[in-house]
């Protein structure tokens, strides 16, 4: 007797998912397809941005990309690009950079960003400013309807004279956000120094932040701040690797 035919089955193959390094890299090398040689590059920080920088060593080593000049936006920065042999300057000596390429810790649907969780953010607004174009590397994690909606800190650098004065007037502020402000910690529970020998104030909303033009404002206006993580109307385009794929969000 013959067996009855068992059902025909496929199996199904997942698509294969990526690490959140690997939606990193992704972001960072189709970020890097827009870089010629010749160009002054901001060179931004944290672990998207360094794959970037690892992308462009690896692209100059190879002789693919030739007569970069890097503008790194922390100490960070600067080691790993030294280390890569790629050529660096300083804002003084290139004012006008052809283009920064940066991660971002929240991006919103208008390409409004908060940045600096890493701690960089004095440098990289200065860098990224003085741009004229701005590339944001990302996974899609980062995407958020509205700024300071993550739950996870804006950070603003604060001078450290009397670094609590201001933490207070900063958490005065928002209050009807439902803000928190944290001096931030480094490993050693110590205060956190940022490049420019400044402390950061940590802020976390319960509710998005509406204006953040208004915002920013407000913060920038009080004595004793230096900078803070709103990067509002800075981005030329922001690329966001998910399990999608890659795509570019652009005004
Ligand atoms: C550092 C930054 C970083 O760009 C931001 O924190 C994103 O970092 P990562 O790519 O590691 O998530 O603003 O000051």
Known sequence: R???HKPFSIKSQAAPVLSQD?????????????VKSGMILGLGTGSTAAFVVDKLGLLLSTGQLSNIIGIPTSKRTQEQAASLNIPLSTLDLHPHIDLAIDGA????????????RGGALLREKMVEAASSSFIVVADDSKLVSGLGGSGLAMPVEVVQFCWKYNLVRLQGL??????????R???????????????????????????GFGAGKEISALEGVVEHGLFLGMATSVIIAGKTGVEIMTK
Do not use: H, M, R
């Open 2 to 4: 013959t067996q009855p």
């Open 22 to 34: 690997e939606l990193k890299k992704l972001a960072a090398d189709k970020a890097v397809d827009s």
């Open 105 to 116: 810790d929240e991006v919103d649907p208008n390409l409004d960003l908060v940045k600096g």
């Open 174 to 183: 928002f209050k009807e956000l439902g803000c928190e402000a944290k001096l």
């Open 185 to 211: 910690l480094d490993a050693s529970e110590k205060p956190y120094v940022t490049d420019n020998g400044n402390y950061i104030v940590d802020l976390y909303f319960q509710n998005p932040i509406k204006d």
